[in-house]
């Protein structure tokens, strides 16, 4: 799956829409769109099946880890 700018997703990768930020996150076979707290406190995980475009990714979870914190 391809994010907005045509790159690659993978689990680990953080991705943003304007309002919000998500980790990308697999569990039972599928790809899920986690909001990072800080960013998004009400939202719910979601099913990255078919709207990676509507994301890019701007960095992951290993090498931007100040990105899960607040603004």
């Known amino acids: 799956l ?3 700018c045509g790159k690659r ?5 953080i991705v943003a829409q ?3 930020k998500y980790t990308v996150e697999f569990d039972g076979g599928a790809f899920f769109l986690v909001p990072i707290r800080a ?3 009400y939202g719910c ?8 475009a509507m994301f890019e ?3 992951n979870i290993h090498d931007n880890p ?6």
């Open 2 to 4: 391809n994010d907005g």
């Open 9 to 13: 997703i993978f689990e680990g990768d």
């Open 18 to 20: 304007p309002v919000c």
């Open 39 to 41: 960013h998004n406190p």
């Open 45 to 52: 995980p979601q099913q990255l099946i078919g709207i990676g």
């Open 57 to 59: 990714v701007i960095g």
């Open 66 to 71: 100040e990105l899960l914190k607040g603004e």
